[in-house]
């Protein structure tokens, strides 16, 4: 009965180490260290389309989020109905643009802007001090 316990355990133990590893390498900050490395990150995404003065989709979502779809191999996909960007695909070029920089890209006329941005208007509200 203690050895079925103990092949239980050492199993556990492997597979808490495969699942670090993994965790890890998919999540591995590029190289050189990023500028939003040690902050709190927010992913900006805006559909622009064609003929319209207002983005029809913006939306801000913390990077950790994100990080924890792309990890698990999740689809993080926005859409508008004709539109669509799939995150997981311009994963590696987001995380690399220089601070301020917006991915763009073109898709059926429309325009789709990609940022991560450490602003602290969009970081959630600090509780206020009884």
């Given amino acids: 009965m203690a050895r079925r316990g103990t092949i239980w355990i050492a199993a556990l133990i492997v597979v808490s180490l495969a699942i670090g590893v993994i965790w890890t390498l998919r999540l591995a900050p590029p190289s050189p260290t990023p500028w939003w490395w040690g902050k709190n ?48 695909s311009v994963w590696r070029k987001l995380e690399r643009l220089p601070r301020g920089e917006k991915l763009k890209l073109e898709d059926q006329g429309g325009t789709i802007l990609v940022w991560i941005d450490v602003d602290s208007k969009w970081s959630a509200p600090e509780p206020a001090a009884p």
């Fill in 41 to 88: 990150p927010n992913v900006h995404v805006e559909i622009w389309e064609p003929g319209k003065d207002m983005a029809t989709v913006a939306m801000t979502m913390p990077k950790r989020v994100l990080d924890t779809m792309f990890a698990l191999g999740l689809p993080a996909d926005v859409s508008t109905g004709e539109r669509r960007v799939h995150l997981n």
